[in-house]
């Protein structure tokens, strides 16, 4: 049994759906953290902080986000987050191998494209997500979990759900979770940034070589998302799976 296991785990290694998965969670990525990140960089030599540069930064994500999820879903399922991807695995929706492969992606994608921000700049500094002077780490701790749910929430709602598929939701979902990340940076960029993606957050930590309190954009949307998922999968999908017909 345990060699029958380790060589289907084997198999699904070298699976070349697997790589093909995987680089398409790279590209995705690495489309989406070129706009979200380069956007901050372009607001900050147009125009002063203000309104008009939240909402710059926030139309940028969504746009970004929703264009990575499209491109890759076909493939990969689109989810250009970890975060996203920690809450497929919990839920049993996504091998732990898979798993793996899509945060190694992820995460290189991220880096490579703050490397290119880097370059195509002019070695200006690719900016670090940081916590605004008044806000205190349990607060935005709390901020990210709370935005990464609403995101993976979104996310399990348009397309995980079989009913989504059955009423046309499905055809929407990059828009919907593009709109939700957009929100969601409208709320918290002033306060953390706005992250809601551990890879987003770690490319420009490395490049630029800042990690104070980095762990809060990998535990905020880690546990965040994988509450999401959870509860998504356990109230709304298992339940209604076990149930023959449902009252109109």
């Not at 060589?7 to 953290?33: C, G, K, M, P, Y």
């Not at 998504?232 to 009252?247: H, K």
Request: aromatic letters at 12%.
């Amino acid at each position: 049994m345990a060699l029958a296991s380790k060589i289907r785990r084997t198999q699904d290694a070298t699976h070349r759906d697997n790589w093909r998965a995987a680089l398409s969670e790279f590209i995705s990525t690495l489309i989406f953290v070129f706009a979200a990140s380069g956007s901050t960089i372009a607001v900050k030599n147009l125009t002063d902080d203000g309104p008009t540069a939240l909402v710059t930064v926030a139309v940028a994500n969504a746009f970004a986000f929703f264009v990575a999820v499209s491109v890759s879903t076909n493939v990969s399922g689109g989810h250009v987050n970890p975060a996203v991807s920690f809450a497929a695995f919990i839920c049993g929706n996504l091998t732990w191998l898979r798993c793996i492969f899509f945060w190694i992606a992820q995460i290189l994608g991220s880096v490579i494209a703050c490397l290119l921000l880097k370059f195509t700049s002019g070695g200006q500094r690719i900016p670090v997500f940081e916590l605004s002077s008044d806000m205190k780490v349990e607060n935005a701790l709390v901020l990210e979990m709370v935005m990464t749910f609403g995101l993976v929430y979104a996310v399990y709602a348009t397309t995980v759900d079989p009913r989504s598929r059955r009423n046309g939701l499905g055809a929407i979902a990059p828009l919907v979770i593009g709109l939700v990340v957009g929100a969601n940076n409208l709320v918290g960029s002033p306060f953390d940034g706005a992250s809601m993606n551990p890879a987003l957050s770690f490319g420009p930590a490395l490049v630029g070589w800042s990690w104070e309190n980095h762990w809060v954009y990998w535990v905020g949307p880690l546990v965040g998302g994988g509450i999401a998922g959870f509860l998504y999968e356990l109230v709304f999908v298992s339940y209604d799976r076990q149930v023959p017909q449902r009252l109109p």
